[in-house]
């Protein structure tokens, strides 16, 4: 059966690559445009994996993994961070906060793919 | 088009969306007026351009991105103060990358000194800011990665190629690894790093458990199990390291070489050595069945093969359901989602407001033939054809607001104009909007932005004076520029008004002497002396600057305005300031009209400029100066013209007795009296531009197609009283432009 992946990231840019690259590979994609809306769709989808952006409005990426592991269904759902940092930093920020793993953008199809295969049960 | 242009295209519109929301929070912060999340908008608008752009290397805008995010991440940090100055570099760079877009969307060039020049400004912040920090590496990509934080995490770089590090032959590792309770709290999964183990060689498995608790003490999220693995693999140690990536941090690991002794792991080894506790290695293949494991795994349940492992599994979630749901839905109200949109291509609005056009000329028609034919004023006929009249106006009405814009970023492109402005001429300038949500069709808005770029920089190049000149006036160093837009009676009005010294009158006048545009012994009014600014040739630039004197006069802008049906007009105050008033339709298709005849000839007039229509009694009527007709209406006397004679139907009216007064109003409040034959109708005319397809006519706006068919022209009143005492004597002219006053 089709992985399902939640992307959640504030750039529509962003979002279509994702659902591109995601879709290419065969997966069930669902996309939000930031960690509130991501936690609202979370409401009604259980995916397999979970991808987001760090910096969004309204709720950013640390608080969407917080609120990711405070829910009773998807507390030990995978979390991708989707980060453009080149600093270790954010990683490491994102690692405290709850995330699985991450990806560095740009990113590219194969890479991408891989990292959530390697994460996904 | 492919998916990946396609998403190119997306990137730029959302580009264009960003970088208008950068604009306008730089502008907030450069207020002072912006918190911490103008902040991290401004920093997240700069942040999503470098996503986009990394994605289609688009190198150079990448690079300029990357250290205008940098920089401001300093002031994010609280390490860089958002001074005046500091503020003035981030909107230059703005401006800059906003350049860089443009660039790169339509494959031009950018002035490379001046990008250069800004990032050298950057990094002069970036230093000042965090003194301590180290230089920033430029980025590349995922390969590219800072030196290793201090919980002595080294990211590594996803390589899942095939070519491994060409190491001879297979080597033999040991791996010791113990997770840690946040290994399995934040998503991972050991058996999933074994199996990806698998795919390097053959490991052998040994789990350790003698950690493990009695079955009444055990955590269900706790961890316990620690693994020795020894790993066959012609994939050098960076393999296995990879493998780990994501958990480093969430586990104590240590990865050695079996034939040499040396542990070249950069995690010390907990536990010591496991060897010796006696595992016994079962092989991954066999699955991970600890037969002397307590059964945790049936007490969990859990859908990961991993069973055994005390993983954070999903609480049975069938009770708890339904509060969750509660305390989301609650949360949802609190933050909606952003409007929905959806984005049509202009073409598709256009076509519709074309064809809504020709529905209300032919409800009109419609109307006209029912009317002739003999239909009952309350017949059913007639009253369906009065709803159907009523629901055309709303499908125009709604169709109309599909194009209509807010006017706020025209706004914001200004203050990019003030600022490049200010710089060149070396003004203190600062520029104040007001009512940047009044909405305006999208072509009007399109159109306006050359005529209000021009009176903008004029304003700042003419209308301030020099701080100097400022002190010495006893007024701010600072000057003011404003720029307001506001619904006024069906039209929007927008104000440019600057605070500097007003119109120098004198010079105007001298000037236009001098150009021969008027005589030199005329007499003329403030209110004409200002006026004389928009005559064509007329430049008080008294050298060609670089800002204003672009060969465009207000002339030209006055051309333009009168072209979207609106009009401009000025107000000065010697050492107060000059203001221009720009009127517009709020729409370029439809508009109310009253219906009149005029020598046999069917004319409208907009509706909005008329104040009121009266018949004139012999009372009223007066001359000044043997043939300048007047009015005597609302309580001053106000000139008269004769539309017939304006637009050369007939010879000038001797008496307009019985004839019908149409009041009007230009911008200024000017009134002036119209004298038309009757008045026919009321109705909503379809606009038809005469100018594309004619040309210009002094006195009409445009033309449309009225119920019968036939083609009536619209009145530009204000054209139209231009044309009509441009030929009279000059003291029509100046009663007329004196705005009514008493005579």
Redesign the interface.
Known sequence: MALTVLAVD?????R??LR?ALTNAGFDVHLA?DG??G??VL?TLTPDVVITDI????MDGFGFIDGV?A?????????LVLT?E????L??RA?NA???????????E??LV??IR???? | MD??A??RE??F??CDDLLEALEADLNTMNDGEGDDETV??V??AV??I???A??F?LEDLVRFAHKFETTLDEVRAGRLEPTPDVMGVFLRCGDILADLVHAARDETDVDNAVVDGLLAELEELCNAGGAAAPAE?E?K??D??????D?G???IS?D?GDDDDADSGATTFRIEFKAEK?L??????T??LFR?LNDLGAPEISCNTDNLPALDEIDPEGAYLDWTIRLETDQGEEAIREVF??VE??CTLTITEETSESSSSETPPDGGEADEMGFTPIAFDAEISLGDEPAVAEAEDS???TSTDP?????P?VE??KP??EK?AE??QA?S??KATVRVDLDRVDRLINLVGELVINQAMLSQSAQESGAAAHSGVADGLEEFKQLTREIQESVMAIRAQPVKPLFQRMSRIVREAASATGKSVRLKTEGESAEVDKTVIERLSDPLTHMIRNAVDHGLETPEKREAAGKENEGTVRLSAAHRAGRVVIEVADDGAGINRERVKQIAIDKELIPADAELSDSEIDNLLFMPGFSTASSVSDLSGRGVGMDVVKRSIQALGGRISIASEPGKGSTFTISLPLTLAVLDGMVIRVADQTLVVPLNDIVETLKPSADDMHEICGDSPVIFVRDRFVPLVDVGHALGYRDRLENCLGKVIILIESEDGTLTALVVDNIQDQRQVVIKGLEDNYGYVPGVAAATILGDGRIALILDPDSLLSTAIAAPPPIQASLAAAGGAYV
């Open positions: 504030d750039s529509r840019t962003m279509d690559m591109l445009e509130v809306h936690l609202e409401e910096n969004m409005p309204r592991r829910t009773d269904d998807h507390r030990a759902v995978p979390i453009t080149s600093a270790a930093e990683k490491t690692r709850g995330a699985t793993g991450w990806i560095v953008k740009p990113f590219d194969q890479k891989s990292a390697r994460v996904a049960a | 998916a990946m396609e998403i997306t990137f519109l959302e991290n908008a920093f997240r942040h999503s470098k996503g986009g990394g994605a290397a590496p980025p990509g995922a590219d990665e800072a030196p290793a934080d919980l995490f080294q990211p996803l899942f946040t399995y709290a934040h998503g991972n999964e058996a999933l990806a990536e994501f941090g969430n859908p990961a093969p993983a954070p599994t999903p609480t979630a708890s359901k969750t749901t989301r949360k949802k933050a989602p952003a």
